[in-house]
Structures are given as structure tokens and as C-alpha cells.
């Protein structure tokens, strides 16, 4: 058990670019979930896969942003055309189970900071 | 609907000395709860969760927390404070009847002095 990977740890773009931030679950966790905190705030939820379909999306995901999970393992999170409000930490976390077995294992985190 | 209210965006506690962080959660019925840690620049680390077992749950690092249905809380005690529980403290809750979603509370910064 490595634990869940993100990558890349910190990302400094300019307004208006694109980014995309990689997520490796913990091997065979079926579910993946990806959070973005802002600075002196707890996680919000952005977007949860079983496998490979993604099953809810929060409003917080505009159109700019887009995830994916192909076959079920790693995910990404892309923004397009970022704006200077997308700077926050991205979380990714993965669970297996179900109900009162289910925890949530959060990754390091992908700092973004946009210019 | 449901939420978590952290009371206390910053606590200081000296070495030693109690650590006692709260938290109260809205929801129509008794969810599941949780505290994460998070130390600067990493990610979230779980403490410990209830699951509507136990009313107090005992976790990682000497932390225990007290599930109070009559007080809607879920508030996290260590009975002594190491330099190293300095980090922010976050309490979740996830509603029982759904997948696995966690509702964040705003933290709690902890800083601990000699």
C-alpha cells in the first residue's frame, strides 16, 4: 500500500493557460473522489468516481473544468483557460467499500497557483 | 442538508495542557463523522471516525472523540498536547444514506507552546 500519489505538487501557471493534475488511487480502491481547499478553508467536493464513471459533479465545476478516470485507476483533473480563482490546493482521496466501511484516503495535494 | 461547524479557527495550547477541539454537525439524522489532520503542505490524514458504533471512538495519536446526539457535536480531546500535534484539524460529516462524500468544517489551527 503506497498510498494515494498526486502529481505534480505544485503548479504555477499564468491566467488563461491550461493544467492538468494527475491522481494515482491506492491500488484496487474502486472509488476516487477530487476535493479543492482554498487557503483558511476545509475541503470542498468537486467530483466522485465509482471505477470509471463519474457519478456526481459539484457546482463548483464549471465548464472550464473536466475529470476523467479511463479503466478505473488514475484520474485527471484538467482546467482550461484558468483564472486567478482556481488558485487553491486540489485533494484527491480513494476509498473501497461501502456505508460505515468506506474511509476516505486523501493524497498530498496539488498546490495551484495562478498568475 | 448537512453541515459542520467548527468553533474556533485557531487554538493554542501549551505542551502538556488538554487539547480539546469542537465541533457540531447538522443533519436530520445521526451521520457519520470524522476528524482529519493536516500538516503543512500534505495532504489529509484520518484520526478517526464514527460510525455509529461506539460513542466515543479512540484514534491515531492519543486523539478521542465523543459522539453527543443531544448535542449534535463530535468534539476531538487529546489529554496531552505534544509539539508534534501542532497542524490543522478538520471535522467531516457524510451522510449515512449516501455514497461517500465528506462535508468539511472550516479547521482548526493548533499551535502548540513549550
Known amino acids: 500500500d503506497t498510498g494515494v500519489s498526486q502529481d505534480p505538487r505544485h503548479k504555477i501557471t499564468k491566467r488563461g493557460q491550461n493544467v492538468t493534475f494527475r491522481c494515482d488511487p491506492i491500488s484496487e480502491h474502486n472509488r476516487l473522489y477530487w476535493y479543492r481547499q482554498t487557503l483558511g478553508q476545509g475541503p470542498e467536493f468537486l467530483t466522485y468516481f465509482q471505477n470509471e464513471a463519474q457519478l456526481e459533479k459539484s457546482r463548483l465545476l464549471s465548464d472550464r473544468f473536466s475529470a476523467e478516470r479511463p479503466k478505473g485507476s488514475f484520474s485527471t483533473l484538467e482546467i482550461q483557460r484558468t483564472e486567478q480563482g482556481d488558485s487553491a490546493m486540489y485533494l484527491c482521496a480513494s476509498s473501497l467499500g461501502t456505508g460505515s466501511q468506506e474511509t476516505q484516503y486523501f493524497g498530498p495535494g496539488t498546490r495551484l497557483l495562478v498568475l | 442538508a448537512q453541515s459542520v461547524t467548527q468553533l474556533g479557527s485557531h487554538v493554542s495550547v501549551s505542551e502538556g495542557a488538554l487539547v480539546l477541539l469542537r465541533c457540531n454537525y447538522s443533519?436530520?439524522?445521526?451521520?457519520?463523522l470524522f476528524w482529519y489532520v493536516q500538516y503543512p503542505n500534505q495532504g489529509l490524514q484520518l484520526l478517526l471516525k464514527y460510525t455509529s458504533a461506539a460513542t466515543l471512538v479512540k484514534g491515531i495519536n492519543g486523539f478521542e472523540a465523543e459522539f453527543k446526539k443531544s448535542e449534535t457535536s463530535f468534539h476531538l480531546t487529546k489529554p496531552s498536547a505534544h509539539m508534534s500535534d501542532a497542524a490543522e484539524y478538520f471535522c467531516?460529516?457524510?451522510?449515512?444514506?449516501?455514497?461517500?462524500?465528506?462535508?468539511f468544517g472550516a479547521g482548526t489551527q493548533v499551535v502548540v507552546t513549550p
Open positions: 443533519s436530520s439524522v445521526p451521520p457519520y
Open positions: 467531516a460529516v457524510r451522510a449515512t444514506d449516501s455514497w461517500g462524500k465528506l462535508q
